[in-house]
């Protein structure tokens, strides 16, 4: 069965340094999501990206962050100038469609700790 | 603003049990409703959704909610658990937007 797949699934970094977390998502899918879950808090979406562009993204989405997809199957989220609070759990997700009730496929997380 | 409250942290059950989970949305509109299961060191898996239709929403492993539009409710059931479905439990909506608004999560944890 298709699935995606996150690499790393930790990632340990200093304050300040950038990360780029990776994403490979189901082949036939055409949309891609970001979200994120702080120890203990709710898994919050971050962005979406669709046709090579962001469809939709939140607030806690702002200059920080920057998402690509650099070619064919990889789906890329970079964190610029990381901070203590930026450690959470990272997960993708991909959708074939952006209908109401097309299920999004997540997959395992990123756990990336800022010391 | 959009919102999905779950209102059990940790339940704990003994096999056989029957199960419910609540969930509570806040949204006026057209809502898509979602269950996602975590087992323990897995992904995130998609348990049943509501997209329109029949309110009562059969699932997998024999789970099934109910969407009560009056109440805002999703609630997830099933009648009898087993040891299998200790897990971690979202509740999640989707409104005219694509991206999920997610609930804290219930913890399940059945006891043998």
């Known amino acids: 069965e298709p699935e995606v797949t996150q690499t790393p699934s930790h990632q340990v970094t200093q304050m300040g340094q950038e990360v780029i977390l990776r994403c490979v998502p189901i082949?036939?899918?055409?949309?891609f999501y970001w979200y994120r879950q702080i120890l203990g808090q709710k898994v919050e979406f971050l962005v979406s990206?669709?046709?090579?562009?962001?469809?939709?993204k939140s607030e806690i989405f702002d200059d920080q962050f920057s998402v690509e997809r650099p070619d064919g199957s990889n789906f890329t989220l970079k964190i610029r100038s990381t901070k203590l609070e930026d450690s959470a759990m990272y997960f993708c997700?991909?959708?074939?469609?952006?209908?109401?009730?097309?299920?999004?496929?997540f997959g395992p997380g990123t756990r990336l700790t800022v010391l | 603003a959009q919102s999905v409250s779950q209102h059990n942290h940790h339940v704990i059950l003994s096999e056989a049990a029957s199960l419910e989970l609540g969930c509570n949305y806040s949204?006026?509109?057209?809502?898509?409703l979602f269950w996602y299961v975590q087992y323990p060191g897995q992904h995130l898996q998609l348990l049943l959704k509501?997209?329109?239709?029949?309110?009562l929403v059969k699932g997998i492993k024999g789970f099934e909610a109910e969407f009560i539009k009056s109440k805002f409710s999703f609630n997830l059931r099933k009648p009898s658990v087993q040891w299998s479905d200790t897990a971690e439990y979202f509740c999640?909506?989707?409104?005219?937007?694509?991206?999920?608004?997610f609930g804290t999560g219930t913890r399940l944890t059945v006891i043998p």
């Open positions: 997700a991909s959708s074939e469609t952006g209908q109401g009730g097309n299920e999004q496929f």
């Open positions: 082949s036939n899918h055409l949309y």
């Open positions: 990206f669709y046709n090579n562009e962001i469809s939709e």
């Open positions: 949204y006026g509109g057209t809502v898509n």
């Open positions: 509501y997209f329109s239709g029949d309110p």
């Open positions: 999640a909506a989707k409104t005219g937007a694509n991206n999920l608004f």
